[in-house]
């Protein structure tokens, strides 16, 4: 049936630290009603019962068939219209049920608390993921996506497993998040294939402001890492290295400047753009025009370098704002 609604509602399972949702979308868009995409609360790596996961779909789906919408949900970006078949099954992961990590970057979510979110041990969830291929509830199409958030990918306990599990059950679309400071084959082998992608957020152009916004001592060791991806990847736009313009910590053109020359000294061939979240949420919908002037200088030099270039939405509203 042809209306409006989202993959997550229909196909989507975010796994969080103490709960099962429909996505992670309703919080990274700040809305107060995000927990009404709850499907259970308490979850701690439990088997599943998916008749009961395909029943609160099914209801949300009746919803938006008839135009109706959670407060979660309404106008939120990825709702689009297509014709959506009737099916169950899964084929958009998010994992973000730990939030242990090897970095220290002062403007991540974790970073008033350190401590506790080094010491949250995660759930178990290979078995979980075994269990949705035995029964026959993940179905591939070209719309699949898996999605690592976290906490850190790399150091999971399971997440060589989980990652071959996915390759050998031939998932593509596999979108990781890393620091980069711990370099792992099973990414090197999805980067071959092509099915997984890596974005490294680097933010910095030498080791001192490095440093400053990651907290730990692996500059070199980082880029290191990149050029290994790099030259593992089959297609040139696998990895990203990301630059998250931070005011007052690294936005200045000399930063820039040498962070450009770090990525074309390793082999990377696409970058991504971004805007320290907090920042942003604080100066929105007005931004400075020292901001505007260098997302433009970056879009221009990466156009130079020939860079393939990814705008996140936060980069983007301020040149937005600057055009109108
Ligand atoms: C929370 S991290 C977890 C994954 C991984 N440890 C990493 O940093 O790539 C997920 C993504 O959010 C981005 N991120 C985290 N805090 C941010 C902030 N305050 N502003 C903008 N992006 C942020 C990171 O760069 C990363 O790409
Ligand atoms: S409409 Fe948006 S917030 Fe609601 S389930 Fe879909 S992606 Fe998530
Ligand atoms: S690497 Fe990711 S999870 Fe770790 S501190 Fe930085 S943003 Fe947070």
Partial sequence: MYYKSCQWVNRGIEFRTDSLRLCCYGYLQGRETEYQTTIKENYHGELLDWNE??????????????????????????????????????????????????????YCYTKDNKKAFNSYKEYPLYPIIKDMFKKGVIKHTEESCIIFGGGEPTILHEFDKLINLFLDKGCKNIRINSSGIKYSKSIEKGLKSGAISLVISTDAGCSETYEKIKQVKAYKKVWENIRKYAKAQSKD???????????????????????????????????????????YNTHQPEFTPEIYEQISYMENKAKELNLDMEIYCEALAVLREHKA
């Fill in 53 to 106: 996961i395909f029943r609160f779909k099914e209801q949300q789906k009746d919803m938006h068939k008839k135009g109706r919408y959670l407060d979660a949900c309404k106008d939120c970006i990825y709702l689009f219209e297509k014709d959506w078949d009737d099916d169950n099954y899964i084929n958009h992961f998010t994992f973000n049920h730990w939030t242990k990590c090897n970095c220290g970057c002062i």
């Fill in 237 to 279: 736009n696998l990895l990203k290295v990301k630059f998250i313009l931070f005011p007052g910590v690294n936005d200045n053109y000399e930063e820039i400047n040498k962070w450009f020359d770090e990525v074309v000294k390793n082999d990377v061939k696409a970058v991504s753009l971004s805007v320290e979240q907090d920042w």
